[in-house]
């Protein structure tokens, strides 16, 4: 049979390591899933009521392809509460979770060929998806001293056609500030680049609120989800934030492409809306489970990262230690029993001296785990 090129992505790593472990825990192993970068928690009981009482009562068949009027208008009331910014509900697209906005989105805006700029270490997704469209990724090394964001220095010289930026990231957990955010959106203005905000991870933030791009224009895309603060990996539902003239042809590619998301998972979305205390009990363990780790890491010898603003994981730099960060995640997972996940997902270049360590699971989970690796680094002589 036939292939295309550009259905030559690669591979998930951290997809192997959650393989690996889950042969370990074939083999009678106990490990501590510091790799999963989802929440342990389940989607809030409102939202789990709510399908219930959907599913009793109707078909659940297609809705229209921007999502149910209710739901569109209720995200967009979420921004009024979250960052007193007055949104259209007209503007909001729901989506198969934020993957399917990125397809929707990278779509509506780029012709095969342009080039999208994107900060590395980042979601190792954006790259392959964008390579799938025939469109070009353009990995921007982003520097330590600017927490692993990208700053306008880092892209001045490059000649791009859009910027995806997240914030807080994953891997790395830091956030962009109104003005570093705000700086990036006037280079792309200068460039004539659409700049892309994925704030997937908004809602789970400890030190600072998170800025989304909409505070500080109309003229940008932003993708969210209900996956990581809503809980809801699983039941793939998310949105997008459009401007007004680009609504119509997001809804055209959303009816060909998806026809609609999920009925039965909008459903439950709107009502995980309400979840208010549940979500905010989630968040709790979050907090807790951060500042274990910002304590707990270093006395493992894993003291090079810079303490995330928000998301669940802690961005590592180990190359006192290997040059392999594959082979030390496999020799971590079986001498230690913990599963974490190689840099080199993130970063193709620099990735091979980094580890993320996820702390989405529970408080004691989080103990267990820094323990086992202080006891693997010390019995090796590292700490
Ligand atoms: C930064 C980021 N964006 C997007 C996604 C995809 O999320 P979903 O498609 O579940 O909304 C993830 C998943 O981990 C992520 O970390």
């Given at each position: 049979m036939r292939n295309s090129r550009r259905g030559a992505v690669d591979p998930f790593i951290v997809m192997d390591v959650m393989e690996a472990a889950r042969q370990a825990e074939e083999g009678g192993r106990h490990i501590i899933h510091m790799e999963v970068g989802q929440p342990g928690t389940a989607a809030p009981q409102g939202a789990r009521d709510a399908l219930a009482g959907a599913m009793s009562q109707g078909a659940l068949g297609y809705t229209v392809a921007l999502g149910i009027p209710e739901l569109r208008t209720r995200i967009a009331q979420l921004y009024g509460e979250w960052y007193d910014v007055d949104l259209n509900p007209s503007r909001v697209i729901v989506t198969p979770g934020s993957s399917g906005a990125f397809?929707?989105?990278?779509?509506?805006?780029?012709?095969?060929?342009?080039?999208?700029?994107?900060?590395?270490?980042?979601?190792?997704?954006?790259?392959?998806?964008?390579?799938?469209?025939?469109?070009?990724?353009?990995?921007?090394?982003?520097?330590?001293?600017?927490?692993?964001?990208?700053?306008?220095?880092?892209?001045?010289a490059l000649d791009f056609d859009g910027l995806m930026v997240a914030s807080?990231?994953?891997?790395?957990?830091?956030?962009?500030?109104?003005?570093?955010?705000?700086?990036?959106?006037?280079?792309?203005?200068e460039k004539n680049a659409a700049f892309i905000s994925d704030e997937i991870y908004h809602g789970i933030e400890y030190e600072a609120k998170a800025v989304t791009a909409l505070e500080l224009t109309d003229d940008c895309y932003v993708i969210n989800s209900f996956s990581k603060y809503f809980s809801m990996t699983g039941w793939r539902v998310g949105w997008m934030v459009v401007p007004e003239d680009h609504v119509r042809k997001i809804e055209r590619l959303a009816q060909n492409m998806f026809i609609c998301a999920s009925h039965a998972s909008q459903v439950a979305a709107l009502a995980a809306m309400e979840c208010h205390d549940e979500l905010e009990a989630n968040m709790a363990?979050?907090?807790?489970?951060?500042?274990?780790?910002?304590?707990?890491?270093?006395?493992?010898?894993?003291?090079?990262?810079?303490?995330?603003?928000?998301?669940?994981?802690v961005y590592v730099d180990v190359s006192a230690f290997t040059q392999d960060s594959r082979a030390f995640a496999g020799e971590i997972l079986a001498e230690a029993g913990v599963a974490v996940t190689p840099g080199l997902d993130f970063d193709p270049v620099r990735g091979h001296q980094t580890l993320r360590f996820s702390y989405a699971r529970s408080t004691a989970d989080i103990e267990d785990g820094l323990a086992r690796l202080q006891r693997f680094m010390a019995a090796r002589g590292f700490v």
């Open positions: 397809l929707l989105a990278f779509t509506a805006l780029f012709d095969a060929g342009e080039k999208v700029a994107i900060g590395a270490p980042g979601y190792p997704s954006y790259r392959q998806i964008l390579k799938a469209l025939s469109l070009q990724p353009l990995d921007v090394q982003t520097a330590p001293e600017n927490r692993l964001q990208p700053v306008p220095d880092d892209l001045r807080p990231a994953n891997p790395t957990g830091t956030m962009l500030d109104a003005p570093a955010m705000g700086a990036l959106i006037d280079l792309c203005r363990v979050y907090r807790a489970n951060r500042d274990l780790m910002i304590s707990g890491l270093p006395k493992a010898g894993f003291d090079k990262f810079a303490p995330p603003d928000g998301a669940f994981y």
